[in-house]
């Protein structure tokens, strides 16, 4: 089974606009973390933002917010007010305690138009 | 300026031949990593380490080796054996849950 389910392959939205990435996970550990993070065409990866499983608030980080659905075992992206420099492929991962590797989805890809 | 530089940004190799891909970090972390990039695949664990001279296989070990000589340097061999070696390889490494990642290798075999 998947522990990283990114279900849109690609996604539109026009500049200004607000647009959610979904990611559904998968572990039995109480203890995680999940990591979002945004490949431009260059390949790097650009870590966006953080939520520790234990964290009592959704976390934010400018215009990146992580809607952290614990019951659900959802942690979708919320960007606010799209860029163009947006357009890029987003992925979702998971650290469980005890490792220090990454598992990660197979990713959104955003295009934003003008 | 801290980071870590993988070397070529561009590989191309003649199918059976061995290639290695090199990868360098200097901010001092324990822990290294190479992941696999295919389109539509997400990023899949190739093998890691936490300390040196000690490393685990990934998901998708089969077809790879690296060693882990150095802190500073987790070098991955891709075999002949490896039978769709075509993919962008990155490396990584980390320290609590800060992970930084190189610009990677696209590696083509032809």
């Known amino acids: 089974a998947q522990k990283i389910t990114q279900t849109q392959p690609g996604m539109f939205v026009q500049e200004k606009e607000a647009v959610t990435l979904d990611c559904t996970y998968d572990t039995s550990d109480p203890s995680y973390g999940l990591f979002w993070y945004k490949q431009p065409s260059s390949g790097e990866m650009i870590f966006l933002i953080y939520?520790?499983?234990?964290?009592?608030q959704n976390a934010t980080e400018g215009r990146y917010s992580l809607n952290f659905q614990k019951a659900r075992k959802s942690a979708n992206l919320v960007i606010s007010a799209s860029q163009l420099g947006d357009s890029a492929m987003y992925f979702c991962?998971?650290?469980?305690?005890?490792?220090?590797?990454?598992?990660f989805g197979k990713g959104t890809m955003l295009l934003v138009s003008p | 300026d801290g980071g870590i530089t993988q070397s070529p940004k561009y590989l191309f190799r003649k199918e059976g031949q061995n290639v290695t891909l090199s990868c360098e970090q200097n901010?001092?972390?324990?822990?290294m990593y190479w992941y696999r990039q295919d389109p539509g695949q997400g990023l899949r664990l190739i093998y890691y380490s936490q300390i040196v001279n000690d490393f685990q296989k990934g998901d998708i070990a089969e077809g790879y080796s690296v060693s882990r000589e150095k802190k500073e340097s987790f070098p991955l061999t891709v075999t002949s054996a490896q039978k769709n070696p075509t993919a962008f390889y990155l490396c990584a490494s980390s320290v609590g849950r800060g992970y930084t990642f190189g610009s990677g290798t696209r590696l083509t075999v032809v």
């Open positions: 939520q520790g499983s234990y964290d009592q």
């Open positions: 901010l001092n972390h324990d822990a």
């Open positions: 991962a998971m650290r469980e305690s005890g490792y220090s590797t990454l598992t």
